[in-house]
Antibody
Framework: QVQLVQSGAELRKPGASVKVSCKGA????????IHWVRQAPGQGLEWMGW????????NSAQNFQDRFTMTRDTSITTAYMELNRLTSDDTAVYFC???????????????WGQGTLVTV | SFELTQPPSVSVSPGQTARITCSGD??????AYWYQQKPGQAPVLLIY???ERPSGIPERFSGSSSGTTVTLTISGVQAEDEADFYC??????????FGGGTKLTVL
């Protein structure tokens, strides 16, 4: 079964950092970029960035570039996101999602993790 | 960066057709994607590449595109379709954006 499984809820104080994991299963992990999306309480979806598990290259939204890091460990098919210098505005559910392809074109985020609540 | 604009809410009676629009200057050049999100759940991909439907998505969900606007159409709306809907697109550099979301209410 193709799935992404995220780590559990986190509670942090302002100024601290948080690291969330996202384990892929049921597919060839290096073949699909992993994206991170967050959703503050009662708000919409906010795209944060992506990592290419094959090469480790990343691209992130300008809002987060100086305090947001994405990494991966292909040996355990896991991607990570770390957000530093947390404020109350970072309280949100953080999702990882897989970008799929259809006929060599981007096919959207077809598999999502269950979400990780980060409370600051 | 670019923006995608959606109406905050759409209301429709059961059995009728709901249309949710998404506008953005990059949409003539870039594909749009649509997601449905129910409370407490992760989003689900409904439409990709403007008009294509992944396997398992009911045929009552369809997408269309015209100029700077893409539209998600839900035909024969059912009570279970009540949810938040988001459009999404990306630019050529790999930067992605979601629209602000539309709450569909089934009256």
């Amino acid at each position: 079964q193709v799935q992404l499984v995220q780590s559990g809820a986190e509670l942090r104080k302002p100024g601290a950092s948080v690291k969330v994991s996202c384990k892929g299963a049921g597919y060839t992990f290096p073949d699909y970029n992993i994206h991170w999306v967050r959703q503050a309480p009662g708000q919409g979806l906010e795209w944060m960035g992506w990592i290419d598990p094959n090469t480790g290259s990343t691209n992130s939204a300008q809002n987060f570039q100086d305090r947001f890091t994405m990494t991966r460990d292909t040996s355990i098919t896991t991607a990570y996101m770390e957000l530093n210098r947390l404020t109350s505005d970072d309280t949100a559910v953080y999702f990882c999602a897989r970008l799929t392809y259809y006929a060599n074109s981007r096919g959207g985020f077809d598999i999502w993790g269950q979400g990780t609540l980060v409370t600051v | 960066s670019f923006e995608l604009t959606q109406p905050p809410s759409v209301s429709v009676s059961p059995g009728q057709t709901a249309r949710i629009t998404c506008s953005g200057d990059t949409l003539p050049k870039q594909y749009a994607y649509w997601y449905q999100q129910k409370p407490g759940q992760a989003p689900v991909l409904l439409i990709y590449k403007d008009t294509e439907r992944p396997s398992g998505i009911p045929e009552r969900f369809s997408g269309s595109s015209s100029g700077t606007t893409v539209t998600l159409t839900i035909s024969g709306v059912q009570a279970e379709d009540e949810a938040d809907f988001y459009c999404q697109s990306a630019d050529s550099s790999g930067t992605w954006v979601f629209g602000g979301g539309t709450k569909l209410t089934v009256l």
